[in-house]
């Protein structure tokens, strides 16, 4: 049955440089070179953009390579523009969607004869929308959350019909579905018209991506940032709305008043943004400056070095399709206090301090559970290193992506058997 999986494409366009897309963009790199070891007479072929193709050279091997999509999508790039000009005399809720129907039918016109020509076996779309689908190519879509249903306020307009649309297109048209947690999943299940034998759950398989060792080097990084080893909580999180900062600034603040003799720190790393400032401000109002540590977007390195240096990871999101960061920290022997909501309940189980992340006092009464309570905190760092381990291994991730695509490429051959045997007997009846 492997044999029958030549040739796959993986569409990368959606890849930005740094950490812009968040933990799927780790996920996806290291799956692709999970999958190109697992199957090494399958070619990989990397759809790319201008903005990443240099950048995703670390990928290729004598089964994976990259194509240049931006250079096939100039061709009617000046019959789009003036396409795309046209909705403008329209009212802003249809512009949005006569924008997105005009780009997706010239993207779609330039790509399918190419990954026909291609003779691709398998659409892969690591970043949930089918851009380039073929109609006669099955594809399968990972589906990360569904954050816009829940949390419209998080996004503009035009984001959220985008993000309606490549769910929608995904659920539509998809072979096989993927979601990074069963919270996904049920969600999916329940929002999409994608049948529950199609929805399936693979879990986030990076534990170990992070060396349990650290060297001085990595230390001294933390040295520089005005921090000591063991004094400080570490929120993980790019500034995204969702991920809550400025209620957990509220609450450090709240648990700093009450315990003045406290050394402890807070320390928020991302990107650099008008939110970033935001809480700068904010924390400079409320007199936390000196508590509160900004640091800049960082490198793996750099991750690996303030992660084994903080007392714990502290994770107040309000939505979490899987949360990566906590799966890491548990690894490292780090205790976890976190939200009780979404997946993160799914995927720390009984090894993490819970809190409601809509009340600071449940984050105050964590923050003081881990700063007075050394056994218990001692147990759930046992719980959670052997609770780690099941999401340790990418190769096993990447077994069970493979024989997801097994399926697909199966399943959409007895459609097409279905279809011309349909097809067949009508012609007979002439």
């Given at each position: 049955m492997d044999k029958k999986l030549r040739r796959i494409a993986i569409d990368l366009t959606p890849i930005l440089p740094g950490g812009e897309n968040g933990g799927a963009k780790l996920m996806t790199l290291e799956l692709i070179r999970n999958l190109s070891r697992l199957a090494p007479e399958c070619e990989f072929l990397l759809l790319t953009m201008g903005q990443n193709h240099e950048e995703l050279a670390c990928l290729d091997t004598h089964n994976v390579r990259r194509l240049l999509i931006q250079s096939i999508l100039k061709k009617d790039s000046r019959i789009r523009r003036n396409w795309c000009l046209m909705p403008s005399i329209f009212p802003v809720p249809i512009r949005i969607r006569m924008k997105y129907?005009?780009?997706?039918?010239?993207?779609?016109?330039?790509?399918?004869?190419?990954?026909?020509?291609?003779?691709?076996?398998?659409?892969?779309?690591?970043?949930?929308?089918?851009?380039?689908?073929?109609?006669?190519?099955?594809?399968?879509?990972?589906?990360?959350?569904?954050?816009?249903?829940?949390?419209?306020?998080?996004?503009?307009?035009?984001?959220?019909?985008?993000?309606?649309?490549?769910?929608?297109?995904?659920?539509?048209?998809?072979?096989?579905?993927?979601?990074?947690?069963?919270?996904?999943?049920?969600?999916?299940?329940?929002?999409?018209?994608?049948?529950?034998?199609?929805?399936?759950?693979?879990?986030?398989?990076?534990?170990?991506?992070?060396?349990?060792?650290?060297?001085?080097?990595?230390?001294?990084?933390?040295?520089?940032?005005?921090?000591?080893?063991?004094?400080?909580?570490?929120?993980?999180?790019?500034?995204?709305?969702?991920?809550?900062?400025?209620?957990?600034?509220?609450?450090?603040?709240?648990?700093?008043?009450?315990?003045?003799?406290?050394?402890?720190?807070?320390?928020?790393?991302?990107?650099?943004?008008?939110?970033?400032?935001?809480?700068?401000?904010?924390?400079?109002?409320?007199?936390?400056?000196?508590?509160?540590?900004?640091?800049?977007?960082?490198?793996?390195?750099?991750?690996?070095?303030?992660?084994?240096g903080c007392k714990a990871v502290i994770f107040p999101s309000l939505y979490e399709g899987f949360g990566m960061p906590v799966i890491e920290a548990m690894a490292l022997g780090k205790p976890i206090l976190c939200s009780n909501i979404t997946s993160l309940p799914e995927i720390a189980k009984e090894a993490a301090l819970y809190f409601d992340p809509k009340r600071p006092q449940t984050i105050v009464d964590a923050i003081k559970t881990l700063e007075t309570k050394e056994t218990l905190i001692k147990q759930l760092v046992k719980q959670g290193q052997q609770h780690a381990a099941q999401f340790s291994d990418a190769m096993r991730m990447a077994h069970e992506y493979w024989e997801i695509f097994q399926k697909a490429i199966i399943s959409k051959r007895n459609i097409k058997r279905v279809f011309l045997k349909k097809r067949n007997c009508q012609n007979s009846d002439f």
């Open positions: 129907f005009i780009s997706l039918i010239f993207r779609k016109l330039s790509t399918e004869s190419l990954l026909r020509q291609l003779n691709v076996d398998l659409l892969f779309c690591p970043f949930t929308a089918p851009f380039y689908a073929c109609p006669e190519i099955p594809f399968v879509s990972v589906i990360y959350d569904l954050q816009h249903k829940t949390y419209p306020q998080f996004f503009s307009p035009e984001e959220c019909v985008h993000r309606e649309k490549n769910f929608s297109n995904a659920c539509l048209g998809a072979e096989r579905i993927i979601c990074i947690s069963d919270y996904v999943r049920s969600t999916v299940i329940n929002n999409g018209q994608s049948s529950a034998e199609h929805v399936h759950t693979v879990y986030i398989r990076l534990a170990s991506r992070i060396q349990k060792q650290v060297n001085s080097k990595k230390q001294q990084w933390i040295r520089d940032l005005g921090l000591e080893l063991g004094t400080f909580l570490l929120f993980p999180a790019n500034m995204w709305p969702h991920k809550n900062h400025q209620m957990l600034l509220t609450a450090f603040g709240m648990y700093l008043a009450r315990n003045r003799k406290t050394n402890l720190k807070l320390v928020f790393t991302g990107s650099s943004c008008p939110w970033m400032e935001y809480l700068k401000n904010a924390a400079k109002r409320m007199s936390l400056s000196q508590h509160v540590v900004f640091a800049k977007y960082l490198t793996n390195e750099e991750f690996e070095g303030i992660i084994h």
